[in-house]
């Protein structure tokens, strides 16, 4: 069984080594232990992608169900895992640490916290307080045995607010407040991935599904060095669904059943253990 600080351990140095990674979003145990199987080497929840897998939208799960999740994932896997914490949960400070802690006391190996309030009507944290949130965030991360990767996401590009300079701003002061990983989801070109990756020191995770046509190669070539997929491929899941649920109800056929995994693929990924 690996231990938690091997995980966190090995999950730092994905971070360190040449050229980039890709880090998939699962969203419940058995797509966590798929790609585990498939050979990823790290994996990282969507908050969106779980929120739907219990019937919700975005936004609509508590911080005690967030932590079970991320509990259950750690458990099912030896792979590190880092979690969508969204705002942590809290607009305070302390209490933000007080979510990293928690994180980090469910296996986790790193964590995110984002600049976006969760409440349509306030948005975007203040720069001021987003940076003082980031600290707390890094201190807290700080203050444990072992190496716990903070992610600081800037969220303006996905809230409405397309202001490429005040996101690069932002991502500057969260490396210096202390994150590890920085990202600003909703990057579209690789120019823009340039611009950001250009303007800080540390890792810089972007979401490649936005990104239309881009390859791992292009993105590490543009100063990537962690690659997710966000809720993506939990809507991919959805979209087989809904073609296969199309056709039955609409031509009554099955033709979808021609084309899946086998019982002996699913149950060979399942049974795969990457050390």
């Excluded at 232990?33 to 994996?43: T, V, Y």
């Excluded at 990282?44 to 259950?72: I, P």
Aim: proline letters at 3%.
């Amino acid at each position: 069984m690996v231990t938690q600080i091997e995980k966190t351990e090995r999950f730092k140095a994905l971070h360190e080594r040449a050229g980039a990674f890709v880090i998939p979003n699962p969203w419940d145990i058995g797509s966590a232990r798929l790609l585990e199987g498939l050979g990823f080497e790290a994996l990282a929840t969507t908050s969106a992608g779980f929120a739907n897998s219990l019937g919700r939208l975005d936004g609509q799960v508590s911080r005690d169900e967030v932590l079970e999740h991320c509990r259950s994932l750690c458990a099912a896997t030896e792979l590190p895992v880092s979690a969508d914490l969204e705002n942590c949960f809290a607009d305070d400070p302390a209490e933000v640490g007080e979510a990293i802690l928690l994180g980090a006391r469910m296996g986790l190996a790193g964590g995110s916290i984002e600049d976006y309030s969760g409440e349509p009507s306030r948005h975007i944290y203040d720069f001021g307080m987003a940076v003082e949130r980031v600290h707390a965030a890094a201190e807290a991360a700080r203050s444990l045995d072992f190496p716990f990767t903070l992610t600081a996401r800037a969220e303006n590009l996905i809230r409405g607010k397309n202001d490429l300079d005040d996101t690069i701003r932002r991502l500057q002061a969260f490396e210096a407040a202390g994150a590890d990983v920085l990202y600003a989801p909703g990057l579209k070109t690789l120019d823009e991935v340039r611009l950001v990756t250009g303007a800080l020191t540390k890792p810089v995770n972007v979401l490649a599904p936005l990104l239309k046509g881009v390859t791992v190669a292009q993105l590490a070539g543009a100063g990537a060095k962690r690659i997710s997929t966000g809720g993506e491929l939990a809507r991919a899941a959805v979209n087989a669904l809904l073609r296969a649920c199309a056709e039955m109800s609409e031509a009554g056929s099955f033709a979808w059943t021609s084309d899946l995994a086998s019982s002996a693929d699913v149950k060979k990924l399942l049974s795969r253990r990457i050390s």
